[in-house]
């Protein structure tokens, strides 16, 4: 897993890699870090987090954390601008490690939270970007699972957010200059019909 990450980042441009030198990025138990806390400074809550909030104390948290709490696709959007002084090292365990996330990020029973996590480089043209260099798009089963492992600053009880994402964000934070995060319920999809079932139609129509 290690290894794949590693040329996959050296392919999209965080690592130049030179010479024969192997790089053993730094590993820890998530488990074993210290737990996150809320930074100073945070900007007051938007419309959709004090509608979150307002759930949240009326149905408690252990629900609200709940694997059947609204079941359906939810998407957990992040955005990351990394500082100048993160090296391609750093940067690139930064990304190895969210992606540890979809194996790490477990119930205390051991279920899986995360469906998938998929990760790349931005790569736009249109120049609204706003500095953000690379994007996270995870995929849960239930807002239930969302909740649990977004965590804290949403969910503050012990033993209802996940230890694993907790620990990751302490250790992604020193890196980063910026992060945006966005989620949504998969409410609907549009894909194109194939040309052979318009064809199909029109006959039928005929």
């Known amino acids: 897993m290690t290894d794949r990450i590693w040329t996959a980042m050296a392919g999209l441009g965080f690592l130049a890699v030179t010479g024969a030198a192997t790089v053993t990025p730094a590993l820890a138990d998530p488990y074993s870090l210290p737990i996150a806390s809320s930074p100073a400074g945070v900007a007051p809550p938007d419309a959709a987090a004090v509608a979150v909030q307002q759930v949240l104390a009326q149905v408690g ?36 490690r969210f992606l540890e996330l979809a194996t ?14 998929e990760t790349g480089v931005q790569n736009s043209g249109e120049g609204q970007d706003e500095g953000y260099e690379i994007a996270f ?6 807002e239930g699972d969302r909740n649990y492992y977004v965590g804290r600053p949403v969910v503050n009880q012990p033993g209802l957010f996940d230890p694993a994402h907790d620990a ?39």
């Not at 609200?64 to 365990?93: C, I, N, W, Y």
């Open 61 to 96: 948290a252990a629900n609200f954390t709940a694997p059947d709490f609204r079941p359906g696709v939810v998407r957990h959007m992040v955005l990351f601008r990394f500082l100048k002084s993160a090296t391609p090292f750093q940067r690139a365990e930064v990304v190895r």
């Open 104 to 117: 790490d990020s477990r119930r205390p029973d051991g279920r899986p939270l995360v469906v998938s996590i």
């Open 137 to 142: 798009l995870v995929t849960f089963r239930s």
């Open 168 to 206: 990751f964000k302490v250790f992604a934070a020193p890196y980063l200059a910026g992060a945006m995060v966005f989620d949504y319920r998969v409410a609907a999809e549009a894909s194109p019909v194939p040309a052979g079932a318009k064809a199909g139609k029109a006959g039928r129509r005929k």
